[in-house]
């Protein structure tokens, strides 16, 4: 079945499994729990690109805010391309996104009234080969909420460990 189109917020999920998924941050996974996504593009320089496709880059305490009416993306360690020594920005410099202006007012709106944080997931390359960010609107978990999801993930993986193992005969016994 194709993904819905046609409206600014959707985002074609298949396209983005067959792009090239750079870094990914899970961690943000496991300490909120992410409401709604939107695809950013960022602002980079020259060497912050190369670094980028060879895959040096770190989301993990990275977080997305607005300033001024932009977006902008701060603490994402994007690693020093070595060639280009000269021209290399400082690794955690704050780097716009580049967001429809109905996009930025939305999210600052909903930001603003819900007290939501918007957090990256990953960042990737699409098929034209632009640098994607996909953002996400999230609700911090408190520690009873991550032990329930932890619960949850436990009882998934021994039914499907039950289910795997159920039609499986055991070691026969020789006399």
């Not at 996504?37 to 980079?44: D, M, N, P, Q, S």
């Not at 880059?57 to 360690?77: I, Y």
């Amino acid at each position: 079945m194709p993904a819905v189109l046609g409206t600014w917020y959707n985002i074609d999920y298949e396209r983005i499994i067959r792009m090239k998924r750079i870094a990914e941050n899970r961690k943000a996974r496991h300490d909120y729990t992410l409401l709604e996504t939107v695809e950013a593009g960022v602002a980079l320089l020259g060497p912050e690109v190369k670094s980028l496709r060879a895959g040096q880059v770190n989301l993990r305490d990275s977080f997305a805010r607005m300033e001024r009416g932009q977006a902008v993306l701060c603490n994402m360690h994007i690693a020093p391309y070595d060639p280009a020594s000269r021209e290399n920005a400082d690794p955690r410099r704050v780097r716009r996104l580049l967001l429809h202006r109905r996009e930025i007012r939305r999210l600052m709106g909903k930001v603003a009234e819900r007290g939501l944080a918007l957090v990256p997931t990953c960042i990737y390359f699409n098929d034209k080969g632009v640098a994607k960010v996909e953002l996400a609107l999230a609700s911090g978990k408190r520690s009873y909420d991550r032990r329930q999801t932890l619960k949850r993930r436990e009882a998934q993986r021994e039914v499907a460990r039950a289910m795997k193992t159920r039609g499986r005969k055991g070691p026969e016994k020789r006399t």
